[in-house]
């Protein structure tokens, strides 16, 4: 698969199959994504494959937290107030998510299902965690991070794998460090969920959308 198809092809996926995913297939992602470019090639990235057992167990945790009423505390704070036409475009995600599986704006019983089923992690049976030393976390550091995610689903779209860049699945981080032994001393910055996607669910087939060049590109000549 070219550069340019992989690129505009991938997209999240939020409904997988059961069937695990081959180790050697994701050493395969990891290998090529580690020629993600990073600040000075510091490589400042540190990555943490969750499979079987215990991702079963931390989505279960993850999701139980949320019907708690526990709210996220995640390692890198999340923004909450966005300029009108960003919060629009989230707003607009939400909404063809949720018309995707038929869950009306009124029904919160489905809104509240959808939420927990997110929380989840969709029931993917892989899931990598990005993180960095806490010594070296920076938003360079991050910058990168979210370059070598990147890599890895455009990779992992080009083995016919599905992902999903998951905030979600980094929302309590005291999860991650008990359940999945990740060191207190790393700063755990997003998780990227993979799996074999399910190509007739709506989900996976609603129409995205972008903003055109002319809104976000200035030309300097
Ligand atoms: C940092 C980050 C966090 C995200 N967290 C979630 C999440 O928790 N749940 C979810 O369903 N999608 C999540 N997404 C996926 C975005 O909603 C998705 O990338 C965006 O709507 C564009 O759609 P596309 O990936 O299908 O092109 C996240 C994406 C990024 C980059």
Same mark, same amino acid.
């Given at each position: 698969?070219?550069?340019?198809?992989?690129?505009?092809?991938?997209?999240?996926?939020?409904?997988?199959?059961?069937?695990?995913?081959?180790?050697?297939?994701?050493?395969?992602?990891?290998?090529?994504?580690?020629?993600?470019?990073?600040?000075? #090639? $510091?490589?400042?990235?540190? /990555?943490?494959?969750?499979? =079987?057992? +215990?991702?079963?167990?931390?989505? &279960? %945790?993850?999701?139980?937290?949320?019907?708690?009423?526990?709210?996220?505390?995640?390692?890198?704070?999340?923004?909450?107030?966005?300029?009108?036409?960003?919060?629009?475009?989230?707003?607009?995600?939400?909404?063809?998510?949720?018309?995707?599986?038929?869950?009306?704006?009124?029904?919160?019983?489905?809104?509240?299902?959808? #939420? $927990?089923?997110?929380?989840? /992690?969709?029931?993917?049976? =892989?899931? +990598?965690?990005?993180?960095?030393? &806490? %010594?070296?976390?920076?938003?360079?550091?991050?910058?990168?991070?979210?370059?070598?995610?990147?890599?890895?689903?455009?990779?992992?779209?080009?083995?016919?794998?599905?992902?999903?860049?998951?905030?979600?699945?980094?929302?309590?981080?005291?999860?991650?460090?008990?359940?999945?032994?990740?060191?207190?001393?790393?700063?755990?910055?997003?998780?990227?969920?993979?799996?074999?996607?399910?190509?007739?669910?709506?989900?996976?087939?609603?129409?995205?959308?972008?903003?055109?060049?002319?809104?976000?590109?200035?030309?300097?000549?």
């Amino acid at each position: 698969m070219d550069i340019e198809t992989a690129i505009r092809e991938r997209r999240s996926i939020r409904k997988f199959k059961k069937d695990p995913i081959p180790e050697e297939m994701i050493r395969e992602i990891l290998d090529g994504a580690r020629w993600s470019p990073s600040w000075g #090639n $510091t490589q400042s990235w540190e /990555l943490h494959v969750i499979t =079987g057992e +215990i991702l079963e167990t931390l989505k &279960k %945790a993850n999701r139980q937290k949320i019907l708690d009423g526990i709210l996220p505390s995640p390692d890198i704070e999340m923004p909450l107030e966005w300029p009108d036409r960003m919060k629009a475009r989230y707003m607009g995600i939400g909404k063809s998510v949720l018309t995707a599986l038929d869950i009306a704006r009124d029904d919160r019983e489905g809104r509240q299902r959808y #939420n $927990t089923d997110m929380f989840h /992690l969709f029931d993917a049976p =892989g899931l +990598i965690i990005a993180a960095t030393d &806490k %010594a070296v976390t920076s938003r360079y550091a991050l910058l990168d991070v979210g370059l070598i995610l990147q890599t890895i689903c455009l990779l992992a779209h080009g083995k016919g794998l599905g992902s999903c860049i998951m905030a979600c699945a980094i929302a309590y981080p005291d999860l991650l460090r008990s359940l999945a032994h990740i060191p207190g001393d790393k700063t755990i910055a997003m998780g990227v969920v993979l799996g074999w996607p399910d190509p007739e669910a709506p989900v996976n087939r609603f129409k995205r959308s972008r903003a055109a060049l002319d809104d976000f590109v200035t030309w300097i000549k």
